[in-house]
């Protein structure tokens, strides 16, 4: 484990997160941005999510939102270039190698795999809460 944060899912977290993971390659900010968003825009401002950032047994880099609704799955969407939403999976999609959902019988992971280890240091594992007032 590199990085693990329980928080809720509001706008104003999502920058507080992209901070933390400033030593992470913009890919591995972006997907967790997006994932984030999903979450809010679907399940509601609020909602208790668990961020990981992990690296895999091939060395790639591994990230994971956990939320407490297993019925609401991401559907990737094709948005026309009028539309105001719908590119966050797209932009996933087309970021990682890549992505899925492992449901649970009380909750959802999303999360996606990335080339490389994402990280510009070696990082110690850590755990942060806070972000976000959980």
């Known amino acids: 484990m590199i990085?693990?944060?329980d928080l809720f899912a509001v706008p104003k977290a999502v920058?507080?997160?992209?901070r933390l993971l400033r030593h992470h390659s913009c890919e591995v900010r972006l997907c967790v941005s997006e994932l984030?968003?999903?979450?809010?825009?679907?399940?509601?401002?609020?909602?208790?999510?668990?961020?990981?950032?992990?690296r895999t047994d091939q060395g790639?880099?591994?990230v994971e939102v956990t939320d407490p609704d297993p019925r609401a799955l991401p559907v990737l969407l094709r948005a026309a270039a009028t539309d105001e939403s719908g590119r966050g999976l797209a932009l996933l999609d087309a970021v990682a190698q890549r992505w899925g959902v492992e449901q649970g019988a009380d909750r959802?992971?999303?999360w996606c795999e990335l080339e490389g280890p994402g990280s510009g240091t070696a990082m110690a594992p850590r755990r942060?809460?806070?972000v976000?007032?959980?």
Do not use: C, S
């Open 36 to 54: 984030l968003a999903n979450v809010i825009d679907h399940l509601g401002e609020g909602t208790p999510v668990t961020v990981r950032v992990l």
């Open 60 to 62: 790639h880099t591994r």
């Open 15 to 18: 920058p507080e997160v992209q």
């Open 132 to 134: 976000g007032g959980r």
């Open 3 to 5: 990085f693990e944060l």
């Open 128 to 130: 942060h809460t806070g």
């Open 108 to 110: 959802k992971t999303v």
